[in-house]
Nanobody
Framework: QVQLVESGGGLVQAGGSLRLSCAASGRAFSYYSMGWFRQAPGKEREFVAAASTSGGTIAYSESVKGRFTISRDNAKNTVYLQMNSLKPEDTAVYYC?????????????????WGQGAQVTVSS
């Protein structure tokens, strides 16, 4: 089974940048799409970004489009989320997740493995 471990969270001022990493164990990583979700206090978990198996198909939520970039390195079994121009409303726990094999999904019901989460706090 694939296990996922996020890293790279932290505290940053508004306008700053952070890069999250999600390392996957197991050889099946490259067979699946990967996604990032986030959950702010008192809110439901929401889709942020997803990448297909090759990284050739990408999807973003409207709230992060143009500021965040998802990428993956299948040789390193790692997916990244580069977050620029951060805003206080980006404050949340960020989760990476293992998605469907054949397509990119915005629905968390399509994701079968989840990391433990990484806290991102953006101060104003």
């Amino acid at each position: 089974q694939v296990q996922l471990v996020e890293s790279g969270g932290g505290l940053v001022q508004a306008g700053g940048s952070l890069r999250l990493s999600c390392a996957a164990s197991g050889r099946a990583f490259s067979y699946y799409s990967m996604g990032w979700f986030r959950q702010a206090p008192g809110k439901e978990r929401e889709f942020v970004a997803a990448a297909s198996t090759s990284g050739g198909t990408i999807a973003y939520s409207e709230s992060v489009k143009g500021r965040f970039t998802i990428s993956r390195d299948n040789a390193k079994n790692t997916v990244y989320l580069q977050m620029n121009s951060l805003k206080p409303e980006d404050t949340a726990v960020y989760y990476c997740a293992l998605g469907p094999a054949g397509w990119v999904s915005r629905s968390e019901t399509q994701y079968t493995r989840w990391g433990q989460g990484a806290q991102v706090t953006v101060s104003s």
